[in-house]
């Protein structure tokens, strides 16, 4: 398309180039960007840049594409995959080599593997408590310390992660933290 005005201003919009491969494909290409032409000059008569227009579709096709590519990696963060990077990041530089592996390696052992390989974002509280239940009442100490380093992997990731592990936290509220996991839990099942 040749140069048109809009707001004052000489702008040239590109149509795509001409295919030369034979005669058919050289036509096809010219009725393609006669086409564009046409839409184009429909838009400067309602107002509208057309390159503006343009640069605003693709604009939104790729914030599109990035939604669809973040939602897939959320599909695909797991909880021990985020576990690890957290370990990776905060753990690891600030405490021994010893407690690092133990930090980590109480997680894998105690957390069962249906939770450790599902979806962050599809873990709910009922599903942590269903989790912690069984290693609480076997081990409380250990139980203790997997529920704590479980608490510090999901507080910091967002606030819905927050909500996904309140139960123990508001159940424990009320006692001001004197009480054991193991001890709140069983109060709760015994309906006090």
Not at 25 to 46: I, N, V, Y
Not at 116 to 138: C, E, F, G, N, Y
Not at 143 to 171: A, C, E, H
């Amino acid at each position: 398309m040749g140069p048109a005005l809009h707001r004052g201003k000489r702008r040239e919009l590109g149509l795509g180039a001409a295919d030369r491969a034979s005669i058919e494909a050289a036509g096809t290409s010219l009725k393609r960007a006669r086409k564009k032409a046409g839409d184009a000059r429909d838009l400067l008569d309602k107002g509208t840049d057309p390159i503006d227009a343009r640069r605003a579709h693709r604009e939104a096709e790729r914030s599109k594409a990035e939604e669809a590519k973040g939602a897939k990696k959320a599909a695909a963060t797991t909880v021990l995959r985020y576990a690890r990077a957290y370990h990776e990041k905060h753990v690891e530089p600030v405490r021994s080599d010893k407690h690092g592996k133990q930090w980590i390696a109480s997680i894998e052992q105690h957390v069962p593997k249906a939770l450790l390989d599902s979806p962050i974002d599809t873990i709910t509280a009922v599903d942590l408590l269903d989790a912690m239940v069984p290693v609480l009442r076997k081990l409380p100490e250990t139980g203790s310390r997997v529920y704590q380093r479980l608490s510090t992997i999901f507080d910091p990731s967002s606030t819905l992660m927050f909500l996904k592990v309140f139960w123990f936290n508001k159940l424990r509220a009320p006692f001001r933290c004197s009480v054991t996991p193991l001890q709140l839990l069983g109060c709760w099942s015994g309906g006090a």
